[in-house]
């Protein structure tokens, strides 16, 4: 088909791939990351105004599917993978709005992303009889819902890395309660360990051609992709009611959920300003406000999921739009532990709103602003829901968090972690010593 859309390395030293290379690929051979050669332009029109959140995604990814061998199955992918409700709504106190992205089987946004990469990468052809080992290191969320999200399919396995006493004990419960083709290893380390691991792995060429290895990380084009869906099908309903773009704060550690609502609004859908809310780790809030770029170590947070210092994502940001346009553009607001527990205490006292730590960064971004006398209409973006995180969010607010159905179900499981040594040899020894069908 000649109106197929390739994809290129932000590092611009790979070759063009389809769709599905792309996907099946994860990194680009450059280690770039893969981006669509030009953008596609989409109209308001095109969409049922009576669709569902998969009718919209189906409609706004059908482009960038366009001559690949996953696009007839688009729909169902779509419908597959965003089977469950994104709520809109309004916030009592100030005429804001929330967008619940965490009402999937695992209560973090990262359900999107990982249930839509599962159904892409079922329906791709493998030339390898051998079950597919995919690797997911996680400080917590990614885990659970790419566990979640193969839990059970053939094929493949998942061994999900994370740092040992570094997530939430509810956390810790879900990434080892799947059980099946999903096990957990508890790393003695940091999350960084995780990631160091996992890619030694990856890139362990002797180690792959006797296990067959991928990864879920959240650089995957197949989980990047989806997360636009949430932001189109809210901007588009809001478009029809008000005429005005949808405005949007996002919690933001690697950059993944906030590039996705800048690419909606580069494909000519009405997304108005974005503002990046980040916690302690201000690499993004001091490069956007002039800096040079300055990737770095994390620093622990109490919002753990956005402890990132070098998020993998600015080079799409990059490549997508120029600095000085991004510096003109694109505010972002680094906010501290102190800061998300002040903002979580008052509006569980004054409003009965409870958040998770994450959302309570873009939650006091818009506090700051209305402080300045910003009154326009803000959506603050709920990332994760306040059960996953407890330990954090109860004492604040001086009672306990109702749990979703979801995860009282699996904190119902028994689970399971084995530990393993934070070094490269550790894990190719494990992955070894399995079966090809564990
Ligand atoms: C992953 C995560 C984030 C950060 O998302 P990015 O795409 O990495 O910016 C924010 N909140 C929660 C709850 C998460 O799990």
Redesign the pocket.
Known sequence: MSGALRYVSTRGGSPAASLSEAIAAGLAPDGGLYVPQTMPRLDVAEFDPHGTLADTAATLLAPFFAGDPLAEALPAICAEALDFPVPHRALPADGAHVLELFHGPTA???DVGARFLAACLARLPRRDERVLTILVATS???GAAVGAAFHRRPGVRVRILYPDGKVSPRQAHQLGCFGDNVAALRVAGRFDDCQRMVKAALNDAALQAEVPLSSAN?ISLGRLLPQMSYYAHAALAWWRERGEPLQLIV????????LAALWVRALGLPVGRVHLACNANATLPEFLAGADYRPREAVATIAN??D?GAPSNVERLRWTIDDATLRRDLPATSVDDDAIRATLARHAREHGEVF?P?TATAVHVLDVLRAAGDRSDWTVVA??HPAKFESVVEPLIGHPVAIPAALVAMLARPAHAEPLSATDAALREVLRQERPYG
Do not use: E, R, Y
């Open positions: 973090a946004f990262k917590g969320d990614t959240s919690p933001t550690g690697n950059l993944g959920n906030a999921a956005m990132v998770c994450h990332t994760a």
